[in-house]
């Protein structure tokens, strides 16, 4: 889509084009296509086409539509009044995630912020929403378009312009934020030099008040001297990492989970056993999994100190402990049972069990639970989680029961 396309969707005769390829595709949505629930998109696409037949433009609304209803997963309901690009919603942020970057940036109460490189204006979004005078900047002209249609479809103050990240005086901001590309011609880039403003810039932009969204992957050895690393996750998956600069930095490290029960962190402080040996016990009656953004935080201890627990080995993220508890931070599980390791033995105990649906765990083990679970061929009537790990090199199963 470019941008003469994407301008004269937001004029009247864009918008009732729009609409009426929401009507076709809702219409459509969920037809029986060759016995298969499915949309028939050329069947949609025809029917556009016949209510505009500009090619150019029939393809631009039908994408919008798809594309809003993709994003609800990201954007709630707001998705439905929002434009995007393909790459741009692959790359924004998910709503929940930049709401509570932004919540905690407001509480700084920087006199505005401006996000360089803004993309489709996803956390611009949330830096209104939180009260902040807000500007974004982005090298595509389209992206800067299509943040400024987000911007006023939900009645949201801000400014967007065309321009060059990195060649921007700063001076009359009072924050900053920056979401690198991590994408080339090739792909996902995982090497931070490679991004796009470079690490070069992202280290002299920590300089000043802000924020920088980087890969959950970040090398603990990569953030400076005095910044903050957050890693965030949402439902369970770890969205990203966050660095705040040293006057907005609260901890060394922070674990931050959100569901939909709300929003907890954990920092480096609630550990005891940072900087020492990590606590190694045997196993307990209970079992439990840390969440993604406390393993890559390294604030495991820090969950086992929570649960008056240890780990079962130095090098493996399971907690266990003989005390019953239920955390955010956690999957929490009793242990019923040891199993044999041996797979021939594990079928037999497992059958003996009369078990068939089974849900398999693992971590230091070299075991890909889907072909383990074909190999298995359980049959019987109770389900099961068996949870497959290492200690002190010795492969171990357990039987255990989520509470």
């Given at each position: 889509?470019?941008?003469?396309?994407?301008t004269?969707?937001?004029?009247?005769?864009?918008?009732?084009?729009?609409?009426?390829?929401?009507?076709?595709?809702?219409?459509?949505?969920?037809?029986?296509?060759?016995?298969?629930q499915?949309?028939?998109?050329?069947?949609?696409?025809?029917?556009?086409?016949?209510?505009?037949?500009?090619a150019?433009?029939?393809?631009?609304?039908?994408?919008?539509?798809?594309?809003?209803?993709?994003?609800?997963?990201?954007f709630?309901?707001?998705?439905?009044k929002?434009?995007?690009?393909p790459d741009?919603?692959?790359?924004?942020?998910?709503?929940?995630?930049?709401?509570?970057?932004?919540?905690?940036?407001?509480?700084?109460?920087?006199?505005?912020?401006?996000?360089?490189?803004?993309?489709?204006?996803?956390?611009l979004?949330?830096?209104s929403?939180a009260?902040l005078?807000?500007?974004?900047?982005?090298?595509d002209?389209?992206r800067?378009?299509?943040?400024q249609?987000?911007?006023?479809?939900l009645?949201?103050?801000?400014?967007?312009?065309?321009?060059?990240?990195?060649?921007?005086d700063?001076?009359?901001f009072?924050?900053?934020?920056?979401?690198?590309?991590?994408r080339?011609?090739r792909?996902r880039?995982?090497?931070?030099?490679g991004?796009?403003?470079?690490?070069?810039?992202?280290?002299?932009?920590?300089?000043?008040?802000?924020?920088?969204?980087?890969?959950?992957?970040?090398?603990?050895?990569?953030?400076?001297?005095?910044?903050?690393?957050e890693?965030?996750?949402?439902d369970?998956?770890?969205?990203?990492?966050?660095?705040?600069?040293?006057?907005l930095?609260?901890?060394?490290?922070?674990?931050?989970?959100i569901?939909?029960?709300?929003?907890v962190?954990?920092?480096?402080?609630?550990?005891?056993?940072?900087g020492?040996?990590?606590?190694?016990?045997?196993?307990?009656?209970?079992?439990?999994?840390?969440?993604?953004?406390?393993?890559?935080?390294?604030?495991?201890?820090?969950?086992?100190?929570?649960v008056?627990?240890g780990?079962?080995d130095?090098?493996?993220a399971?907690?266990t402990?003989?005390?019953?508890?239920?955390?955010?931070?956690?999957?929490?599980?009793?242990v019923?049972?040891e199993?044999?390791?041996?797979e021939?033995?594990?079928k037999a105990a497992?059958?003996?069990?009369?078990i068939?649906?089974?849900?398999?765990?693992?971590?230091?083990?070299?075991?890909?639970?889907e072909?383990?679970?074909?190999?298995l061929?359980l049959t019987?009537d109770?389900?099961?989680t068996?949870v497959?790990?290492?200690?002190?090199?010795?492969g171990?199963v357990l039987?255990v029961?989520?509470?």
């Amino acid at each position: 889509m470019d941008l003469d396309t994407f301008t004269w969707l937001l004029t009247d005769d864009g918008q009732r084009l729009l609409e009426r390829a929401a009507h076709l595709y809702a219409d459509d949505h969920g037809r029986n296509v060759g016995g298969k629930q499915r949309t028939d998109l050329l069947a949609v696409a025809a029917a556009v086409r016949k209510v505009e037949p500009d090619a150019e433009r029939a393809a631009a609304a039908l994408t919008q539509v798809q594309l809003r209803v993709k994003a609800v997963a990201k954007f709630g309901e707001d998705a439905l009044k929002m434009y995007f690009t393909p790459d741009g919603l692959e790359q924004a942020t998910r709503h929940r995630v930049a709401t509570h970057r932004a919540a905690r940036l407001a509480a700084a109460r920087p006199s505005s912020v401006v996000d360089l490189g803004c993309g489709i204006g996803g956390d611009l979004i949330a830096f209104s929403r939180a009260g902040l005078t807000t500007a974004g900047v982005d090298l595509d002209p389209v992206r800067v378009a299509v943040a400024q249609a987000n911007l006023d479809a939900l009645g949201l103050g801000g400014a967007t312009m065309v321009a060059d990240s990195t060649q921007l005086d700063l001076a009359g901001f009072g924050a900053a934020f920056a979401d690198p590309a991590r994408r080339g011609a090739r792909g996902r880039v995982f090497d931070e030099t490679g991004w796009t403003p470079p690490w070069s810039f992202v280290l002299d932009l920590l300089r000043r008040t802000s924020v920088v969204k980087v890969a959950p992957g970040i090398g603990h050895d990569l953030v400076p001297e005095g910044v903050e690393a957050e890693w965030v996750s949402d439902d369970g998956e770890v969205k990203e990492a966050s660095l705040w600069s040293p006057d907005l930095a609260t901890a060394r490290k922070r674990a931050t989970v959100i569901s939909g029960e709300g929003l907890v962190s954990i920092t480096d402080e609630d550990d005891p056993h940072q900087g020492k040996e990590r606590p190694v016990v045997e196993l307990g009656k209970h079992l439990y999994e840390p969440d993604g953004a406390v393993i890559r935080a390294g604030l495991v201890t820090a969950v086992a100190a929570g649960v008056d627990g240890g780990l079962l080995d130095p090098h493996i993220a399971y907690v266990t402990s003989d005390l019953s508890f239920r955390s955010p931070f956690m999957k929490s599980y009793y242990v019923i049972e040891e199993l044999p390791y041996r797979e021939k033995q594990l079928k037999a105990a497992l059958v003996e069990r009369n078990i068939g649906p089974i849900t398999i765990k693992k971590r230091g083990v070299d075991i890909v639970p889907e072909q383990l679970r074909k190999r298995l061929a359980l049959t019987g009537d109770v389900e099961a989680t068996i949870v497959l790990t290492r200690v002190a090199g010795v492969g171990r199963v357990l039987h255990v029961r989520p509470f």
